[in-house]
Nanobody, 115 residues
Framework: QVQLVESGGGLVQPGGSLRLSCIAS????????MGWHRQAPGKQRELVAR???????NYLDSVKGRFTISTDNAKGTAYLQMNSLKPEDTAVYYC?????????WGQGTQVTVSS
C-alpha cells in the first residue's frame, strides 16, 4: 500500500504563491503517476495536474502557465508550485498516487485565495 501526506496549504492574497508537497510512504516504487485534484464548495472534484514517473505532465486548462507539478521519484514526493493565484483557485487540494492498479489519496489541504 501507499500512504500520502500533504502539506503547504494556507491563506494567500490574489496574485500570491503557494507550494504544496505530497510525501508518499510504503510501496513508493510501485507509483507510476502522482497528481492533485481539488474540490471547491458546491463543486465537483477536478483534476488539477498529473505527472507520470517518466515526467510527462498535464494540467487543467485554467491553471496552465500558473501551476507547475514536479516529483522526486526516489523520495516518492510530489510538489505543486502555484503562482498568480486567483480567488477561484480556492479549494481543498488532494494529492493522489496511481500505484498497484488503484488510486491512493491524501487527506487534503485547504488553499484559500482572498484579500
Amino acid at each position: 500500500q501507499v500512504q500520502l501526506v500533504e502539506s503547504g496549504g494556507g491563506l494567500v492574497q490574489p496574485g500570491g504563491s503557494l507550494r504544496l508537497s505530497c510525501i508518499a510512504s510504503g510501496r513508493i516504487r510501485s507509483i507510476y503517476a502522482m497528481g492533485w485534484h481539488r474540490q471547491a464548495p458546491g463543486k465537483q472534484r477536478e483534476l488539477v495536474a498529473r505527472i507520470t514517473s517518466g515526467g510527462s505532465a498535464n494540467y487543467l486548462d485554467s491553471v496552465k502557465g500558473r501551476f507547475t507539478i514536479s516529483t522526486d521519484n526516489a523520495k516518492g514526493t510530489a510538489y505543486l508550485q502555484m503562482n498568480s493565484l486567483k480567488p477561484e483557485d480556492t479549494a481543498v487540494y488532494y494529492c493522489y498516487a496511481d500505484a498497484e492498479r488503484r488510486t491512493y489519496w491524501g487527506q487534503g489541504t485547504q488553499v484559500t485565495v482572498s484579500s
